[in-house]
């Protein structure tokens, strides 16, 4: 079954200075101040097209190629709606790997303001759980990791989500891929019904589209298909 939902099919553009400026969408001056100090004065195809979307709070399945900046694209809508002051995991992002989870963490913690002393903590198999639960206890605002290991402190009750706001599956084809479909739908499954779900992608197969049809609410789609 399909997900109803808008498709906008835009082409990558070749360049990537010709994209709006960050300053054209409602995000408050200092966030805009900090992406042009990192050297982000204008969006990338993808951020353009997601961005509007996701920080109206629509769900949004955003699929375009590695390196496009679908990082930002998630990471500054989830830190919109995050609430500094109320210390609690207010946002997931799921990653197929230990590595990418690592990078998206580093890019959450550049594109958060310094002032907001926001805590984003990474959660992956590998490490070692005693550390991260000794982390959890501290208290953080986000979490970023794989499924597996994510769903294994659900389960401990070392993490709740209840006051979860935003939801993200990032690289989800190749989160399929290396079957981690089970864990997602299980983390899933604890996370309140009321939030956004952004979904990230390189590729859109089959059991991505099935499972943003099972999770999303009347997703936004925004593909970038490549001109040849
Ligand atoms: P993807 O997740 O699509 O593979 P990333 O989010 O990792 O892409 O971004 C790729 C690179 O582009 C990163 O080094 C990131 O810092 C940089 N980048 C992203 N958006 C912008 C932008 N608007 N302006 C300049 N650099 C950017
Ligand atoms: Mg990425």
């Known amino acids: 079954m399909s997900t109803s939902s808008q498709t906008a099919v835009t082409p990558v553009n070749s ?16 966030t805009v101040a900090n992406l ?4 982000y004065e204008r969006m990338t195809p993808i951020q353009a097209a997601s961005l509007p979307l996701a920080l109206a709070g629509k769900d949004l399945i955003a699929q375009s190629k590695t390196g496009s900046g679908k990082t930002a694209a ?7 709606n995050l609430n500094p002051r109320r210390f609690a995991v207010q946002a997931v992002v799921l990653c197929p790997t230990r590595e990418l989870a690592e990078q998206v963490t580093q890019e ?3 594109l958060a303001r310094a002032e907001d002393n926001i805590k984003t903590l990474t959660l992956c198999g ?16 986000i979490v970023v990791g794989t499924p597996g290991r994510i769903l294994d402190h659900l389960s401990r009750d070392t993490l709740a989500l209840d006051a979860l706001n935003t939801l993200v599956l990032d690289e989800a084809d190749r989160m ?3 079957g981690f479909a ?39 789609e925004v593909k970038l298909t490549e001109r040849h």
């Open 74 to 80: 998630f990471a500054l809508p989830l830190l919109a």
């Open 108 to 110: 959450i913690r550049r």
């Open 36 to 39: 042009q100090r990192l050297g």
């Open 15 to 30: 360049d990537p200075t010709a994209g709006p400026p960050f300053s054209s969408l409602p995000l408050p001056p200092p």
């Open 126 to 141: 590998g490490a070692p759980i005693r550390t991260q639960i000794a982390s959890l206890a501290h208290g953080a605002h």
């Open 176 to 178: 399929l891929d290396m």
């Open 182 to 220: 089970e864990d997602i739908a299980n983390v899933i499954k604890l996370c309140p019904a009321q939030r956004q779900t952004l979904l990230f992608s390189a590729t859109y197969p089959d059991g991505v589209a099935k499972m943003a049809s099972r999770f999303m609410r009347e997703p936004q």
